[in-house]
Structures are given as C-alpha cells and as structure tokens.
C-alpha cells in the first residue's frame, strides 16, 4: 500500500470517527471486530435510510409527480453514493486491499454509513418541509 492511500484511509477513518460519534467503534481492536462493528452500524443506518424514505412516501399521493420525483432522486441518490465510494476508493492494483492494506473493509464500510447518514438528514428536512404545506 502506498504511504498516500494508507494516509487516506487514516484520514477517513479519523475524521469520519471524530466527527460523528454514532460512526465510531469505540476501543475495538481487530479488523474483523472493526469491519462487524461498520457493517452493523452500515445496517442500522439502511434501516433509517429506508424508514425516512417509506415516511416521506406515505404523505404524498405516489401517483402524483412529486412522488415520482422523489423515487428518481432516491434512485439517483444511491447511484451517486456507489460512485463517490467508488471514487473515494479507486485502486489500480488487482485488489484494493494492496491500495489500502486491511483496514479498507473498514473505511469503506465507515465512509458508505457516513453517505448514508447524510442522506437520512436530508430525507428527514424533506419530510418536515412536507409536513409544513
């Protein structure tokens, strides 16, 4: 792993943790403790992701196009998530662990539940600006 990706990923994993606690393992110390704590909290946030969504669709007729339009955007939303991991985690080599050595699992896991939280926020404003009309 090149000393870049390896800082990379150190950075994400740091900022991503520091920033918000609800992402954070705690004192955990082997990768795969790691990576099963990521992908719980992966999982829970998915389950927000789909709660907020599935609450926004129960306020709007889903056969008008604001309803439509709504599902475009969630669609879109989860497209551009899986780019910008992608993008966040482009490797050249035949895997990414020899781009980011094992904690890759990890900081993939942490920065998706990272996207994915942000998205849960602004479902949550959306929902409240509906409820507001």
Request: aromatic share 6%; charged share 35%.
């Amino acid at each position: 792993m090149s000393r870049f990706h390896a800082a990379l990923v150190l950075l994400m994993l740091s900022a991503a943790a520091g920033a918000q606690d609800e992402l954070s393992c705690g004192e955990l110390k082997t990768n795969l403790e790691i990576g099963t704590c990521q992908a719980e909290k992966l999982a829970q946030a998915e389950r927000e992701l789909d709660e907020e969504y599935r609450a926004i669709l129960k306020l709007v007729d889903p056969e008008k196009a604001w309803a439509k339009n709504l599902r475009s955007s969630q669609h879109a939303w989860l497209m551009f998530r899986d780019a910008e991991l992608d993008l966040l985690f482009s490797c050249d080599r035949r895997s990414t662990e020899e781009c980011y050595g094992r904690e890759y699992s990890a900081g993939y896991l942490l920065q998706k539940t990272r996207l994915t939280l942000e998205r849960v926020e602004r479902l949550r404003t959306i929902r409240q600006e509906r409820l507001e009309r």
